[in-house]
């Protein structure tokens, strides 16, 4: 049987342990932290009772308290956050829109993440893991992308029809922005001049 000790130190602070009796001798299971306030020994023997319940399916004589909302931060180590309420958000708009019929959830990630960062396509496939824990292979831009010109109809047919259901304008006409297309050369002319590089690239 799991049991749990507290061990209090001069300082004030007290250490609490899951332990077992083998052999008539003490073992240490797990050293579940140390407290300095009444309140965060509470929160560590809730969590104590929580490992010995997990742990062996041991029974209780008394009310449990769970420790599903209890995070003891010595015991923690931060490795980054997820914008995922962002991507659920826009997510949603797309769904609102109509883009969703295009059915090509790669192409609808690569413009979510780039409202956030502008960047190369192939930088944004980095950026959807790093910002929405979002993977797609790069050979997988290759595979599709020539495909997508055949969405461009589409896609203006989806966003006119909105507008002109949900906003009083005559939408005749319609200008809309497309990624810079740009020539690396070391030789300008007339069409080719040096200008803003979107990559960083020196000159």
């Known amino acids: 049987m799991y049991k749990i000790r507290q061990i209090k130190y001069a300082a004030g602070s007290t250490s609490v342990q899951v332990y077992k009796i083998e052999n008539r001798k003490r073992v240490i299971i797990r050293?579940?932290?140390?407290?300095?306030?009444?309140t965060e020994l509470a929160d560590l023997l809730t969590l104590a009772n929580d490992f010995i319940k997990t742990t062996t399916r041991q029974l209780f004589l008394f009310n449990e308290v769970h420790a599903d909302n209890i995070i003891n931060i010595r015991q923690t180590d931060f490795i980054g956050v997820y914008y995922s309420f962002f991507h659920e958000l826009i997510s949603k708009l797309i769904v609102q829109i109509g883009f969703d019929k295009l059915k090509n959830?790669?192409?609808?990630?690569?413009?979510?993440?780039?409202?956030?960062?502008?960047?190369?396509?192939?930088?944004?496939?980095?950026l959807l893991e790093e910002y929405f824990g979002i993977k797609h292979r790069r050979q997988k831009y290759y595979d599709s992308a020539p495909a997508w010109l055949e969405l461009k109809s589409k896609t203006e047919s989806i966003a006119v029809k909105f507008a002109r259901e949900h906003y009083d304008f005559n939408y005749n006409l319609v200008f809309y922005d497309v990624t810079t297309l740009?020539?690396?050369?070391?030789?300008?002319?007339?069409?080719?001049?040096?200008?803003?590089?979107?990559?960083?690239?020196s000159q």
């Open 182 to 201: 740009y020539f690396e050369t070391f030789e300008s002319d007339d069409l080719r001049k040096n200008g803003f590089s979107k990559d960083n690239k």
């Open 105 to 126: 959830s790669f192409l609808l990630d690569l413009a979510i993440v780039r409202i956030i960062e502008p960047a190369s396509k192939l930088r944004s496939i980095i």
């Open 31 to 38: 050293h579940i932290g140390t407290a300095r306030t009444s």
